[in-house]
RNA sequence: GGUCGGGUGGCCGAGCGGUUAGGCAGAGGUCUGCAAAACCUUGUACGGCAGUUCGAAUCUGCUCCCGACCUCCA
């Protein structure tokens, strides 16, 4: 197995990736809180993992990923007495909170499928795992690091800080500065400290998910369903937790926290975190606007983009870019991914069709192709380096498109070399990037038709053009094209596609 | 205000001590009835100012911008 090496938050550092139990990996990942359609940076960050996912199983482990679905204590402002995200949803639409909640997670499920991203090994939802959940509240109250107050109890960050000097160190905080935090909170009245946050509160009586608990009729605190549902199973202690960049503090560092206050042990080796999706510079955010819907993309119906983009020109220009670094997404760059996207579709289907042949071989390109091919895995085995990876697949672009023209010093490649370099577009663009060929015909039914009525097109068109009769020609190429078929007249006869 | 990250050629985006990253766009050429595609050739950029070094986009200091987190967000 190829050496990994992640880049981990906790050390600021890559790392060489070593799990906890040889060829087993297990990995969390903070999913989305399914209160409003998901939008393009929670895409990003599901699709970045999604590649990490696809990455360690190619390299051969047997990764268990646990992703989940948060549908209760997420709440709206800053303050405890904030409603929850998914009971104000469900009073605005009408519907009752598991409405809510399925309605969305259906929604963020088509998407995931739109954009070809694998389904988790496991989608715990918060709902699900309320005793869980209470468990492990009144483990962290057992072990004296929360208190309890007028039916919620509070994690007792300070007294987890003094005693574990732990806290604060994922996300670079003081302890001693997040108590000096002057801002001024409302609902402070039943914390001892403003860096204590609740793991389990209290509701009143209009609320309307609530659970019976050995302190109150309330609900769990945001961050502990990540806790409880990661040690459920995952263990105590696993390899990978990743999320967005945004949720290093308060989140994974409270879920730290409790992990450690519940059980004694940190919960993750490695901490991975993508960065964000920025749109005009700034990020894409649900809570100010300043976003763009995955809908809107595909249908170029947005003041930002001027024409639709297809998921995997999307999904490509993700790629190009590196999931720690962030990517400002414009029309221009969509647009340049997409001709790139193409460009290696295109070579990749050719290189597919290659008839492999023994013949001359031309050693020096024999080497080239297997070094570039190497560095491309290198690349991937390098944090999941994607844009680098991608950009060693374009180098070896021309050498396949040299092939096609049948040129001097090209061409010459032997058949395990064409069987390597086929496999090696497969693998990584199918199998670990995750793309799919849009352009491929996809239906094998009506393919066949299709094709025929091409062939007899293509046919027509050759006699018109030995007739020099190139109004019939320019005309058949005209009209094709109009209905997204375009006619290449290429060295080896003509060839089509759809747009 | 505190903490952290970033400023790379027309655009996107890698790299982080010595190499052409790559994509898109642009220019010239080959091919072609014309086109498209493909192929070949072409661009010497790293916010600014000092410094370390034989050598810096890459390290250090200062400085100017921008962003993220600190409060719900992937």
Sequence with gaps: MRDLTVYNSLSKSKETFIPIHKGLVGMYVCGPTVYSDVHLGNIRTFMSFDVIFRYLKFLGYKVRYVRNITDVGHLVGDEDEGEDKIAKRAKVEGLEPMEVVQKYTNGFHDMMRIFNILSPSIEPRATGHIIDQIEMVQQILDHGFAYVANGSVYFDTLKFAKEKGTYGKLSGRII????????????????????????????????????????????PGWHLECSAMSTKYLGAHFDIHGGGNDLKFPHHENEIAQNEASCGCAPANYWLHTNMLLMNGRKMSKSDGNTITAE?????????????????????????????STLDLSNEALLAAEKGYKKLMEANAFLQKIKTEDSEKNAAIETKIIQLIDETFDELSDDFNTPKALARLFELVPIINSYKDKKEGFGNISAPTIELLQDCFDKVLFEIMGLRDENARSDPGSEGALDGVMQFIIELRQEARANKDWGTADKIRDVLQAQNIVIKDGKEGTTWNLK
Aim: cysteine-free; proline content about 4%; aromatic content about 14%.
């Design 176 to 219: 001693e500065d997040l108590l000096q935090e002057t801002r001024d909170l409302k609902n402070q009245g039943e914390k001892r400290n403003a860096a204590d946050f609740a793991i389990w509160m209290k509701a009143d009586d209009r609320h309307l998910m609530k659970w019976n608990s050995p302190w109150s009729v309330g609900f």
């Design 296 to 324: 809107e993309l595909f249908s170029g119906h947005s003041r930002h983009v001027e024409k639709p983009y297809s998921p995997m020109v999307v999904r490509f220009f993700m790629l190009q870019a590196h999931y720690r």
